[in-house]
């Protein structure tokens, strides 16, 4: 759903002042939170949609790990899963079902989580997801309301997903480039999530449909601070600006430069092709990690040792007039 119209629609919500509710719908973050105990949280989150590939086994990786990442975005540890299914029953093979669930059972557990069970309706396209619950200890909580100025930026997947797999369906995309996309979006960020609760992480967010731009516009405003990104620096996945240059541009894009179009300063030295990558929506994208000055290089140690893809891309600054500044 497009940022404009989610956040008009959550405008006038209630919203619970519940004494254990630790993390809400209400701060953008990517999975709510609930305290059971002193030393044990609940993070929930959910997430679905229709395929974006045509190996029904290989989307339910990429579903199941899409829907993880919020829980790991915060920090947690998941747990447990259903599965949320729309299939169109009598007009699609069952074998597409039992592949796109074994699909994403095999990555629910990759991640040390069960699936439980879960949730079917008929339906006349193909839809799929995964309902999350992890555990965290509440001092523990990772949102994406502590960055502060000075701290470095870290994205730890390359983007460009939306751009490629809009490529797919278009039949403009090479095999190769195709296996390098899958594998990249069936990639959990379970290890990237480790490092940074080990580095005493500020901030996380993990990058999904609102694009790069549009995620670190949430942790900038829900930190009450600016950020700053070097284009020049940023991982971009291959043959992604050709695409784009070809048209190859998903309609998430467009609703998310929108959205952004009074946030975001981009200057004019920035490199024309790479913009509308930077707007691109994500599936299973990496997360953007802040992490203070004085804890990254022992951040930056820790994903060299563990062989973690991380690239520093910019820095948190004090509030400025944009919340988004790209240079």
């Known amino acids: 759903m497009a940022p404009k119209v989610l956040a008009e629609a959550l405008k006038n919500f209630p919203k619970s002042n519940h004494p254990d509710l630790l993390v809400g719908f209400n701060k953008a973050d990517d999975a709510g939170v609930f305290r059971i105990s002193e030393d044990?949280?609940?993070?929930?989150?959910?997430?679905?949609?229709?395929?974006?590939?045509?190996?029904?086994?290989?989307?339910?990786?990429?579903?199941?790990?899409?829907?993880?990442?919020?829980?790991?975005?915060?920090?947690g540890t998941p747990v447990t899963a259903l599965n949320i299914v729309c299939f169109p029953e009598g007009t699609m093979s069952i074998d597409i079902l039992t592949d796109l669930l074994r699909g994403g059972n095999d990555k629910i557990e990759e991640a040390g989580a069960v699936v439980v069970g879960g949730h079917s309706i008929k339906d006349k396209e193909l839809k799929y997801g995964v309902s999350v619950t992890g555990l965290i200890n509440p001092k523990h909580i990772m949102t994406n309301a502590g960055a502060k100025a000075g701290d470095r930026l870290y994205l730890t997947k390359p983007i460009g997903t939306g751009i490629i797999t809009t490529g797919i369906k278009r039949n403009a995309v090479s095999k190769e480039l195709t296996a390098v996309v899958i594998a990249q979006m069936s990639q959990l960020n379970k290890k990237a999530s480790e490092a940074m609760a080990n580095c005493k992480a500020s901030a996380a967010t993990d990058i999904t449909g609102f694009g790069l731009l549009g995620h670190a516009y949430e942790m900038a405003a829900a930190s009450n601070v600016s950020i700053l990104f070097h284009s020049n620096i940023i991982p971009i996945m291959p043959e992604v600006k050709e695409l784009?240059?070809?048209?190859?541009?998903?309609?998430?894009?467009?609703?998310?430069?929108?959205?952004?179009?009074?946030?975001?300063?981009?200057?004019?030295?920035?490199?024309?092709?790479?913009?509308?990558?930077?707007?691109?929506?994500?599936t299973s994208g990496g997360l953007l990690i802040s992490i203070s000055e004085d804890l990254a290089e022992l951040f930056e140690q820790e994903v060299r040792e563990k062989k973690i893809f991380a690239l520093a891309i910019g820095e948190v600054l004090s509030k400025t007039d944009f919340s988004i500044i790209v240079e």
Do not use: C, R
Request: no cysteine.
């Open 40 to 75: 044990i949280a609940l993070v929930q989150t959910l997430d679905f949609f229709p395929p974006i590939v045509d190996d029904p086994y290989q989307f339910g990786q990429i579903a199941a790990a899409n829907a993880l990442s919020d829980v790991y975005a915060m920090g």
């Open 244 to 282: 784009a240059k070809m048209g190859m541009i998903p309609g998430g894009t467009n609703s998310n430069k929108d959205y952004l179009s009074d946030k975001v300063h981009i200057k004019s030295s920035v490199e024309g092709s790479i913009v509308p990558v930077l707007f691109d929506p994500q």
